[in-house]
Protein backbone atom coordinates (compact mmCIF):
# COMPACT_ATOMS: atom_id res chain seq x y z
CA UNK A 1 0.00 0.00 0.00
CA UNK A 2 1.30 3.44 -1.17
CA UNK A 3 0.17 6.88 -0.25
CA UNK A 4 1.66 9.88 -0.82
CA UNK A 5 0.77 13.76 -0.62
CA UNK A 6 2.57 17.00 -2.06
CA UNK A 7 2.63 20.35 -0.26
CA UNK A 8 3.77 23.22 -1.78
CA UNK A 9 4.30 26.44 0.09
CA UNK A 10 4.87 29.39 -2.38
CA UNK A 11 6.39 31.84 0.24
CA UNK A 12 8.92 30.02 1.74
CA UNK A 13 9.26 28.52 -2.06
CA UNK A 14 9.80 24.77 -0.31
CA UNK A 15 8.32 21.74 -2.32
CA UNK A 16 7.61 19.18 0.50
CA UNK A 17 7.09 15.40 -0.77
CA UNK A 18 5.83 12.89 1.69
CA UNK A 19 5.68 9.59 0.40
CA UNK A 20 5.02 6.48 2.97
CA UNK A 21 4.61 2.69 1.77
CA UNK A 22 4.71 -0.51 3.83
CA UNK A 23 7.25 -2.91 3.56
CA UNK A 24 5.47 -6.38 3.35
CA UNK A 25 6.71 -7.17 6.75
CA UNK A 26 4.42 -4.35 8.06
CA UNK A 27 6.81 -1.71 8.69
CA UNK A 28 6.48 1.96 7.55
CA UNK A 29 8.81 3.31 5.36
CA UNK A 30 8.59 7.11 4.67
CA UNK A 31 10.40 10.04 2.73
CA UNK A 32 10.46 13.44 2.84
CA UNK A 33 12.04 15.46 0.88
CA UNK A 34 12.41 19.76 0.62
CA UNK A 35 13.61 21.32 -2.98
CA UNK A 36 13.48 24.71 -3.21
CA UNK A 37 12.24 25.90 -6.35
CA UNK A 38 10.41 29.24 -7.81
CA UNK A 39 6.20 27.78 -8.45
CA UNK A 40 5.41 31.38 -10.11
CA UNK A 41 8.58 31.72 -12.61
CA UNK A 42 7.71 28.12 -14.19
CA UNK A 43 4.12 28.74 -14.06
CA UNK A 44 4.69 31.93 -15.67
CA UNK A 45 6.33 30.16 -18.47
CA UNK A 46 4.05 27.91 -19.42
CA UNK A 47 1.26 30.44 -19.22
CA UNK A 48 3.45 32.26 -21.85
CA UNK A 49 4.53 29.36 -23.80
CA UNK A 50 0.68 28.18 -24.35
CA UNK A 51 -0.16 31.87 -25.01
CA UNK A 52 2.17 31.59 -28.08
CA UNK A 53 1.29 28.52 -29.44
CA UNK A 54 -2.81 29.89 -28.90
CA UNK A 55 -1.20 33.06 -30.74
CA UNK A 56 0.58 31.08 -33.59
CA UNK A 57 -2.54 28.71 -34.44
CA UNK A 58 -5.32 31.74 -33.92
CA UNK A 59 -5.29 32.53 -37.49
CA UNK A 60 -6.93 30.12 -39.22
CA UNK A 61 -7.92 31.62 -42.30
CA UNK A 62 -4.39 31.45 -42.87
CA UNK A 63 -3.93 27.88 -42.31
CA UNK A 64 -6.53 27.06 -44.61
CA UNK A 65 -5.17 28.99 -47.58
CA UNK A 66 -1.70 27.55 -46.52
CA UNK A 67 -2.89 24.12 -46.93
CA UNK A 68 -4.88 25.13 -49.94
CA UNK A 69 -2.01 25.86 -51.66
CA UNK A 70 0.65 23.41 -49.65
CA UNK A 71 -1.14 20.18 -50.55
CA UNK A 72 -1.24 20.34 -54.72
CA UNK A 73 2.59 21.48 -54.54
CA UNK A 74 3.53 18.72 -52.27
CA UNK A 75 1.65 16.38 -54.44
CA UNK A 76 2.93 17.65 -57.77
CA UNK A 77 6.94 17.14 -55.86
CA UNK A 78 6.07 13.98 -54.62
CA UNK A 79 5.16 12.69 -58.56
CA UNK A 80 8.16 14.68 -59.87
CA UNK A 81 10.23 13.00 -57.18
CA UNK A 82 8.99 9.57 -58.04
CA UNK A 83 9.29 9.61 -61.88
CA UNK A 84 12.74 8.24 -61.68
CA UNK A 85 11.31 5.32 -59.43
CA UNK A 86 8.52 5.00 -61.91
CA UNK A 87 11.25 4.89 -65.06
CA UNK A 88 13.64 2.28 -63.12
CA UNK A 89 10.66 -0.22 -62.20
CA UNK A 90 9.06 -0.25 -65.94
CA UNK A 91 12.24 -0.16 -67.72
CA UNK A 92 13.72 -2.33 -65.22
CA UNK A 93 11.96 -5.72 -66.73
CA UNK A 94 14.02 -4.82 -70.17
CA UNK A 95 17.10 -5.61 -69.02
CA UNK A 96 20.58 -3.90 -67.37
CA UNK A 97 21.15 -1.62 -70.35
CA UNK A 98 18.18 -0.45 -70.96
CA UNK A 99 18.03 0.32 -67.18
CA UNK A 100 21.22 1.80 -67.54
CA UNK A 101 20.08 4.15 -70.19
CA UNK A 102 16.92 5.33 -68.15
CA UNK A 103 19.39 6.09 -65.06
CA UNK A 104 21.66 8.15 -67.19
CA UNK A 105 18.72 10.26 -69.08
CA UNK A 106 17.16 10.90 -65.50
CA UNK A 107 20.80 12.63 -64.68
CA UNK A 108 20.11 15.12 -67.53
CA UNK A 109 16.20 15.73 -66.44
CA UNK A 110 17.02 16.02 -63.36
CA UNK A 111 20.28 19.19 -64.04
CA UNK A 112 17.45 20.91 -65.17
CA UNK A 113 14.86 20.17 -62.09
CA UNK A 114 17.30 21.41 -60.29
CA UNK A 115 18.06 24.64 -62.33
CA UNK A 116 14.29 25.13 -62.02
CA UNK A 117 14.06 24.68 -58.27
CA UNK A 118 16.90 27.19 -57.65
CA UNK A 119 14.97 30.26 -59.78
CA UNK A 120 11.87 29.46 -58.19
CA UNK A 121 13.36 29.63 -54.81
CA UNK A 122 15.44 32.88 -55.67
CA UNK A 123 12.24 33.72 -56.81
CA UNK A 124 10.16 33.25 -53.44
CA UNK A 125 12.43 35.00 -51.92
CA UNK A 126 11.68 38.33 -53.76
CA UNK A 127 8.15 38.02 -54.04
CA UNK A 128 8.01 37.63 -50.12
CA UNK A 129 9.81 40.86 -49.94
CA UNK A 130 7.80 42.73 -52.42
CA UNK A 131 4.62 41.51 -50.78
CA UNK A 132 5.69 42.39 -47.34
CA UNK A 133 5.92 46.22 -49.35
CA UNK A 134 2.47 45.21 -51.22
CA UNK A 135 4.43 46.34 -54.01
CA UNK A 136 2.53 43.85 -56.46
CA UNK A 137 3.84 45.61 -59.81
CA UNK A 138 7.09 44.10 -58.76
CA UNK A 139 5.61 40.65 -58.23
CA UNK A 140 4.22 40.49 -61.34
CA UNK A 141 7.59 41.69 -62.80
CA UNK A 142 9.64 38.80 -61.12
CA UNK A 143 7.35 36.15 -61.86
CA UNK A 144 7.03 36.98 -65.28
CA UNK A 145 10.72 37.03 -65.38
CA UNK A 146 11.04 33.67 -63.76
CA UNK A 147 8.97 32.11 -66.26
CA UNK A 148 10.67 33.55 -68.54
CA UNK A 149 13.99 32.13 -67.22
CA UNK A 150 12.95 28.72 -66.75
CA UNK A 151 10.75 28.45 -69.95
CA UNK A 152 14.57 29.50 -71.87
CA UNK A 153 16.36 26.71 -69.97
CA UNK A 154 13.46 24.21 -70.72
CA UNK A 155 13.60 24.78 -74.19
CA UNK A 156 17.79 25.00 -74.31
CA UNK A 157 17.65 22.30 -72.61
CA UNK A 158 14.94 20.84 -75.58
CA UNK A 159 16.83 22.15 -78.79
CA UNK A 160 20.34 20.47 -77.85
CA UNK A 161 18.63 17.25 -77.32
CA UNK A 162 17.11 16.80 -80.23
CA UNK A 163 19.95 15.12 -82.45
CA UNK A 164 22.42 15.16 -79.70
CA UNK A 165 21.31 13.05 -76.96
CA UNK A 166 24.30 10.62 -77.44
CA UNK A 167 27.00 13.52 -77.24
CA UNK A 168 25.21 14.87 -74.18
CA UNK A 169 24.88 11.63 -72.40
CA UNK A 170 28.44 10.96 -73.35
CA UNK A 171 29.53 13.98 -71.80
Given at each position: ???????????????????????????????????????????????????LIRK????????????????????????????????????????????????????????????????????????????????????????????????????????????????????
Open positions: MRRSNLEVNVESQILKVNIDSERQNGGPDGLIQFVPCDFRVGLLHNLERYALFADREFYKTFFRLAIPITIQYFFSASLNLIDNVMVGQLGAAELAAVGLANQVYFLLLLFLLGISGGVSIFAAQFWGKRDLQNIRRILGFSLLIGGTAALIFFLASIGNSRRILRF
